[in-house]
């Protein structure tokens, strides 16, 4: 049964071997709060900081000669990360103290690290011994490991744009929503705008055939006749004939004053008229809209009958 690891002798050895010599960049802070291990760089003398006074910045790392030899000379797990190639970690190897507490954590004394690239970047390493097995690490083993790990990275990768991709659904349902309220607010507004209404219903279902609404009010009755003619005017002086059985406007003209009571037909030796008067008066049904569509201007005097004749084709 393994011993449980002191990880406070841990924490401590991990800190004093990069304090002697490892550059502990973003990337490396970054897999060492993964693994809960607080990392460290060596103070400069003469002030605060955790990065060596010696030590190159990360971005420069990867230029030139001389950068990929000093990312050579890092020992052990940071090494890995600096280079971001695969390795071996023996316990004898030199210059491998800042493992030495891993060694004893796993029970082996080798182990192999790959790096976890994600999007072209380390984002972690893979650890594994042989405390099973007891067979020595091959380039084999090395290499087998870095195929899983690039699998695992793809792994990530696609989970990474599962998320953006569920985020953007999110925010897409989000806009649909928002979409579909205004859009309902919107048509609720157009409603509200229509004060006047005209339609025709099915006697038997009582349902609405058509109807024409429009922002002026209708103060009078419509007269339909047996050519299938509806005959109705409005506050805005309009006189309109629908077709009874589509509501589409067949003929409209316009009047001195508001179209007011029932339009009326008759004939005269064989022709048919429609008769309209127009004027004044109507109390609430005439003030009420005028006082919600205030941009319908109502002439406030004249009084008028006007006659059409209508056209003698069926």
Excluded: C
Excluded at 65 to 92: C, D, F, N, Y
Excluded at 132 to 149: G, M, N, V, W
């Amino acid at each position: 049964m393994r011993r449980a690891p002191d990880r406070g002798a841990l924490y401590r050895s991990l800190q004093d071997l990069t304090r002697s010599g490892g550059v502990p960049d973003a990337r490396t802070q970054e897999i060492a709060l993964t693994i809960d291990f607080p990392l460290a760089g060596p103070v400069v003398p003469g002030g605060a900081g955790s990065v060596p006074a010696n030590a190159a910045p990360p971005s420069q790392m990867a230029q030139g000669h001389s950068a990929e030899g000093a990312a050579e000379g890092i020992p052990g797990i940071l090494g890995v990360l600096a280079r971001g190639k695969p390795a071996q970690i023996h316990v004898t190897d030199p210059g491998r103290e800042v493992d030495a507490a891993l060694f004893s954590l796993l029970g082996t004394e080798s182990f192999a690290v790959v790096p976890l690239f994600v999007r072209g970047a380390i984002r972690g390493v893979i650890l594994a011994d042989n405390l099973i097995t007891r067979r020595p690490i091959l380039e084999a083993d090395l290499s087998l490991l870095k195929t899983f790990a690039g699998y695992a990275g793809v792994a990530l990768e696609r989970s990474h744009l599962y998320d953006e991709l569920r985020e953007h659904v999110a925010k897409l349902q989000s806009a649909n929503e928002s979409l579909k309220t205004n859009q309902e607010k919107l048509l609720h507004a157009e409603k509200l705008s229509a004060i006047g209404k005209l339609a025709a219903y099915d006697v038997n279902t009582m349902q609405e055939v058509w109807s024409h609404q429009q922002r002026a009010a209708y103060l009078g009755g419509v007269i339909s006749t047996a050519g299938g003619i509806a005959i109705a005017g409005d506050i805005d002086r309009y006189v309109r004939a629908h077709d009874v059985k589509t509501g589409k406007v067949l003929w409209q003209t316009r009047l001195g004053t508001s179209a007011q009571g029932f339009p009326i037909t008759y004939s005269v030796d064989g022709k048919q008229y429609i008769a309209v008067m127009a004027g004044l008066g109507g109390g609430s049904p005439r003030n009420a809209p005028g006082a919600i569509a205030p941009e319908i201007k109502i002439p406030q005097a004249g009084q008028a009958l006007y006659v059409y004749a209508l056209d003698d084709q069926k």
